[in-house]
């Protein structure tokens, strides 16, 4: 996993460092994720797994429809520009508390990038160094 910094431009857009391109393709997929304070970006074959998902669920109530209209319908498709950034709307910014010139920290974990605000990262590192890491004891090679 690596991690970067960078601001959003006055026009919602991000650069994308080049480590965190490998593996994303032309066609991104940013929506919000799990993880109140995240947004995710998702590879094309990444995103499309994700719609599988709920459309092999026939037997899908209430709240997954909730979460498919959450999750999905919150996503917006992105192409990156000439210069390495992409753009990302203002309501999924919104999602994570973050405005033009904000500074955000990008995670990237092999084809999945993880966007929040500067903020939220550094209140995490802080939980991280007092977490109890022998809740990893199942994590092999740690």
């Not at 498919?68 to 508390?97: H, K, P």
């Not at 955000?104 to 007092?130: F, G, H, P, W």
Request: aromatic share 10%.
């Amino acid at each position: 996993m690596a991690q970067f910094f960078n601001k959003i431009d006055a026009k919602g857009r991000i650069f994308i460092p080049s480590k965190a391109k490998e593996g994303m393709g032309e066609v991104m997929h940013v929506m919000i994720s799990r993880d109140r304070n995240f947004l995710c970006v998702y590879n094309e074959a990444r995103f499309q797994k994700i719609c599988d998902q709920f459309d092999d669920d026939e037997d899908m109530d209430h709240d997954k429809r909730l979460a498919l209209r959450a999750f999905v319908g919150s996503s917006q498709e992105c192409e990156m520009d000439s210069q390495g950034r992409i753009c990302i709307n203002s309501t999924l910014w919104n999602w994570i508390g973050a405005k033009p010139q904000s500074e955000v920290c990008i995670y990237q974990y092999r084809d999945k990038l993880e966007i929040c605000t500067k903020e939220y990262s550094d209140a995490e590192q802080a939980m991280i160094a007092n977490m109890n890491f022998e809740a990893l004891n199942h994590v092999k090679g740690l």
